[in-house]
Nanobody, 125 residues
Framework: QLQASGGGLVQPGGSLRLSCAAS????????IGWFRQAPGKEREGVAC????????FYVDSVKGRFTISRDRLENTVYLQMNNLKPEDTAVYYC????????????????????WGQGTLVTVSS
């Protein structure tokens, strides 16, 4: 089970840190992704980390602003979001695949085994 938290209302230029806490699901040797879905839009991948290699992936729109990281002891993955923009407004979901996803599949939603319930991020003045 994955529990996403940390969303909220923030002004443009502000920061938030999202957490994805796993219970009953080990994040070792896994691929963990953060996805988001804005109203009227499809769910899209934002950031991903492969715990087998430590490799991280970001979509162009968040590069340099978002950072994905993992706390092995807490079995938790974080998404630090800085310099937030109104277009970042969405429900953010974490998901995990129990294995090593190849690069071409890290944004493929259908590949992920477990999904969290989502946390709402609203960027507005």
């Amino acid at each position: 089970q994955l529990q996403a938290s940390g969303g909220g209302l923030v002004q443009p230029g502000g920061s938030l840190r999202l957490s994805c806490a796993a219970s009953g699901v080990r994040l070792d040797r896994a691929t963990i992704g953060w996805f988001r879905q804005a109203p009227g839009k499809e769910r899209e991948g934002v950031a991903c980390i492969r715990t087998t290699t430590g490799s991280t992936f970001y979509v162009d729109s968040v590069k340099g602003r978002f950072t994905i990281s993992r706390d092995r002891l807490e079995n938790t993955v974080y998404l630090q979001m800085n310099n937030l923009k109104p277009e970042d407004t969405a429900v953010y979901y974490c998901a995990t695949y129990a294995g090593h996803l190849i690069n071409s599949n890290v944004w493929n939603r259908a590949t992920y085994n477990y999904w969290g319930q989502g946390t709402l991020v609203t960027v507005s003045s």
